[in-house]
T-cell receptor, first 117, second 110 residues
Framework: NAGVMQNPRHLVRRRGQEARLRCSPMKGHSHVYWYRQLPEEGLKFMVYLQKENIIDESGMPKERFSAEFPKEGPSILRIQQVVRGDSAAYFC???????????????FGPGTRLTVL | QKEVEQNSGPLSVPEGAIASLNCTYSDRGSQSFFWYRQYSGKSPELIMFIYSNGDKEDGRFTAQLNKASQYVSLLIRDSQPSDSATYLCAVSDGNNRLAFGKGNQVVVIP
């Protein structure tokens, strides 16, 4: 499967626990984006990364949320001390490097549904 | 704040008819425009992208872009029950962030 992969697909956490969401980009893609979709709301941009570099984190909450995309392995979105309001679908998307003459068509993974009890 | 508006309520169309969806955006610097389809409980699926003024056709889908009026539309010809989904308009400002509208639900009635 050459598509964007995310795991886990469903994650249940109790308030105060940590949530780690993983994303592997599509083959040939070097840029990763995280979006959050709250119930009855639209998709909201959170963070944009390439390997070992956060390019834009303007959509990330200031506290408890962090993201990384290490040289080896998947991108990780980490939420510390989760609260009920963090319950949402978290989607990862990937694209080729827009600087190589292509536009930034973004392709989405299946998402991680986070439920905070 | 950059906004993407999809104001129409749920759209019901008979099978075989044309479904028309509209989207307006506030940032004149927007450069890239996308339509995604999202089935209930699933992830967004890219179905069309357009970068230049005018029309772009791909199968039964046509995207139309008018940068002067700041709107982008999607036409679905010969609508099929499998087209029943929520359609999301997304706009990029050149910084590779996508701003999404809240979506339009389309219901194709057999």
């Amino acid at each position: 499967n050459a598509g964007v992969m995310q795991n886990p697909r469903h994650l249940v956490r109790r308030r105060g626990q940590e949530a780690r969401l993983r994303c592997s980009p599509m083959k040939g893609h070097s840029h990763v984006y995280w979006y959050r979709q709250l119930p009855e709301e639209g998709l909201k941009f959170m963070v944009y990364l390439q390997k070992e570099n956060i390019i834009d984190e303007s959509g990330m909450p200031k506290e408890r949320f962090s993201a990384e995309f290490p040289k080896e392995g998947p991108s990780i979105l980490r939420i510390q001390q989760v609260v009920r309001g963090d319950s949402a679908a978290y989607f990862c998307a990937s694209s080729r490097n827009p600087g190589l003459g292509s536009y930034n068509e973004q392709f989405f993974g299946p998402g991680t549904r986070l439920t905070v009890l | 704040q950059k906004e993407v508006e999809q104001n129409s309520g749920p759209l019901s169309v008979p099978e075989g008819a044309i479904a028309s969806l509209n989207c307006t955006y506030s940032d004149r610097g927007s450069q890239s425009f996308f339509w995604y389809r999202q089935y209930s409980g699933k992830s967004p699926e890219l179905i069309m992208f357009i970068y230049s003024n005018g029309d772009k056709e791909d199968g039964r889908f046509t995207a139309q872009l008018n940068k002067a009026s700041q709107y982008v539309s999607l036409l679905i010809r010969d609508s099929q029950p499998s087209d029943s989904a929520t359609y999301l308009c997304a706009v990029s400002d050149g910084n590779n962030r996508l701003a999404f509208g809240k979506g339009n639900q389309v219901v194709v009635i057999p």
